[in-house]
């Protein structure tokens, strides 16, 4: 939803997600609104100018006359940075999501800076051919339960400031994940290679996954190490106190791995050199979105789909 001032009259201006019109169109009173967020990533707070000669009435000018987004009617265009309110005023530091890619098993492909999943069989043993192993940022996405590769994610204060031998305050510890991603292209599966069920599919495509810690034996969210001594198997981003971390891998749907019709309509055409030996592939880029149920805090994850031209 948006605010947007017009000549004076303050306009709310509401659009109801998927999920809310159902329960909407039920008419048996169900329907509250339990829960909202407020953003601003339309503003650009560095346009403060406190040395405008014309007086402190005007050191905020050009925030003020920023246009404000109107309500979006696609769910896949949201907020990336909600606004989040805490009780406690003794707050140094507020939590973040990083994408942790130190170590070779959570690594983006070279030259890229994104992920990428193969679509099929075919594709997996093009790539692995003359290889050691599967190549750095490379998913096996037609055989997620073997692929040695994963996408990770660490919480916490990253901050100097703070020793990161120093538990993390339960209430700035993430203890949940939202996944959402295209839902023509691939699932998600932990760590193990578990499939994790989504909660729901909206009219966009689009799935949710809600992971819990400990809801499952799939150990999609474990804690991180705050010994000093990371005994965890990858390197650490998170300076301060830590929090927990998400891994997860990536399962290509049917629909990449027996056609290419999605590739043809959505993606284009390339060449990869994992090896000795140039790939002539098709290319699908799209993001996982993953955000904190605590704190909202959102990162994208890159991820290109690739299938092999025969």
Do not use: C, H, W
Not at 77 to 104: A, C, E, G, V
Not at 110 to 135: K, Q, R
């Amino acid at each position: 939803m948006a605010f947007l001032d017009n000549s004076g009259d303050i306009i709310l201006d509401a659009v109801l997600t998927d999920t809310g019109r159902l329960r909407l169109a039920r008419g048996d009173g169900s329907f509250r609104i339990a829960k909202f967020a407020l953003g601003d990533d339309e503003i650009d707070y560095g346009k403060y100018d406190s040395t405008n000669l014309s007086g402190t009435a005007y050191y905020d000018l050009e925030i003020m006359k920023t246009p404000v987004f109107e309500a979006f009617t696609n769910n896949t265009s949201t907020m990336q940075s909600k606004l989040i309110t805490f009780t406690r005023t003794n707050l140094l530091y507020l939590p973040i999501i990083m994408l942790n890619t130190l170590d070779t098993s959570n690594k983006t492909y070279a030259g890229l800076n994104a992920f990428l999943v193969t679509a099929d069989n075919t594709t997996s043993n093009a790539i692995l051919t003359g290889e050691n192993g599967t190549p750095e940022g490379v998913l096996l996405g037609d055989q997620a339960v073997d692929s040695k590769n994963y996408i990770q994610l660490d919480q916490g204060l990253d901050t100097t400031k703070l020793s990161a031998t120093n538990p993390i305050d339960r209430d700035l510890k993430e203890t949940q994940y939202i996944i959402e991603m295209d839902n023509r292209f691939g699932s998600i599966t932990s760590f193990q290679g578990v499939a994790a069920v989504s909660s729901f599919v909206d009219d966009d495509n689009i799935a949710t996954y809600f992971l819990s810690m400990g809801a499952t034996s799939a150990n999609f969210i474990t804690n991180l190490p705050r010994d000093g001594t990371d005994t965890e198997p990858t390197a650490q981003v998170i300076s301060g106190p830590r929090g927990t971390s998400l891994r997860f891998k990536i399962q290509t749907s049917v629909d990449l791995q027996g056609s290419n019709y999605l590739f043809e309509t959505l993606g284009s055409e390339s060449t990869i050199t994992p090896g000795d030996a140039s790939i002539d592939i098709y290319t699908l880029d799209t993001t996982i979105k993953v955000t904190g149920a605590t704190t909202g805090y959102r990162v994208d994850v890159p991820v290109r789909y690739i299938k092999k031209i025969v």
